[in-house]
Every structure is written in structure tokens, then in C-alpha cells.
């Protein structure tokens, strides 16, 4: 079954609208898995088979841009470099919380920020997509009720898209990685 998505505005947040999952109670009585799950370093568990270290995913934002476009003969022009507006997450409150709040007020960063993409394959919780954010500080941490809205800056990021056939058969995977501090690109 897929998931229900409302666009919201963030509060707090000026002109940034973030899509969320729709977790309210239904009469559907059938289990469901997220679609969206985090891993925040080792601060997050879960009862889901095999992601015991993430969490549901309620939401986020982000976007990666270049200032502006580079020149037609092919050199970049040093105001073309890569940007990263900052990674916005909509998380559970939990345990977790305060850990993350107390990383920001010493200013630590997070080693590793993993968003993942389930999706079922012959009843088995596959990756479609894996987002992989590294050495990312916390630029805000606000608690709404039940919920944490994170926004941090990164310094890298890769984008793993796995490519399956009609059959569930495994065809590879796509990818695009960039250093936003070495300015470098893989991929």
C-alpha cells in the first residue's frame, strides 16, 4: 500500500515547503512499513527486520544547486561551484533527541546521515534509493509535539538509485556523488 503525502510549510522555515508522510489511523488493519527510514549516526533504532539502527522518515527537504551556470567552452567559471541548501528532516521525538540537540549546542557534527528508500520485493524490504550525507553540522533543532525538525548543512552527499527489472532481478545502480568542501564529482 503507498503512502498518503501532504505538502506543508515548515514553521520557522520562510518560503520551504516539505512533503510528509501521512501517519494518521486508518480502518486499514495490514501492517505497514515506512517508506522513508534515517540513520543518524548510532542514535536511532527500530523494530523494523534488518534497519534496526534507522527510524521512520515523517519528511525532508534539500537541494543541490550551482550559483550559476558554467561557461559554454566548457570551463567553469569560479562562481559555478556546487551548493547545498541545508538538509531539513522531519523525525520522532525519542530518546534520540536530546542527543542531537545537545551535538548542536556543543557544535559536533554528524558523521553519517542515511535516508533510505524501502520498497518490497517478493515480500522482502529491498533499498530502492540510499542518500548518504557526511560531516553534517546542525544549523536548528526544533521539537513540534511528537516530532523533531532538523536542518543541517553537509559537506558531502551520494545519491545510490537502485535499478531493478520487472522481475524483482537486481540491474545495478546509479550514481552521483559530490564533495561540496574539495568541490570534487564522482559518479
Request: with cysteine; glycine share 8%; net charge negative.
Amino acid at each position: 500500500m503507498s503512502q498518503t503525502y501532504t505538502i506543508t510549510d515548515l514553521p520557522g522555515k520562510k518560503q520551504v515547503k516539505m512533503a510528509i508522510t501521512d501517519v494518521a489511523e486508518t480502518s486499514d488493519v495490514t501492517v505497514r512499513s515506512p517508506e522513508w527510514i534515517i540513520k543518524i549516526d548510532d542514535l536511532l533504532s527500530s523494530q523494523l527486520g534488518g534497519f534496526e539502527d534507522y527510524s521512520e522518515l515523517f519528511g525532508w527537504n534539500e537541494e543541490s544547486s550551482r550559483l550559476t551556470p558554467g561557461n559554454l567552452s566548457n570551463q567553469l567559471m569560479s562562481s559555478a561551484s556546487l551548493k547545498h541548501s541545508g538538509l531539513t528532516i522531519l523525525i520522532p521525538n525519542g530518546g534520540h533527541s536530546a542527543q542531537i540537540e545537545l551535538k548542536m549546542n556543543r557544535g559536533i557534527p554528524l558523521n553519517l546521515i542515511e535516508i533510505v528508500r524501502l520498497g518490497n520485493i517478493q515480500e522482502v524490504k529491498i533499498k530502492l534509493q540510499v542518500l548518504e550525507y557526511k560531516n553534517c553540522w546542525i544549523q536548528s533543532f526544533q521539537q513540534q509535539l511528537d516530532r523533531i525538525i532538523v536542518t543541517l548543512s553537509i559537506s558531502s552527499k551520494k545519491n545510490t538509485v537502485y535499478i531493478y527489472d520487472s522481475t524483482g532481478a537486481n540491474k545495478g545502480q546509479m550514481v552521483s556523488e559530490v564533495s561540496y568542501i574539495q568541490g570534487t564529482v564522482e559518479g
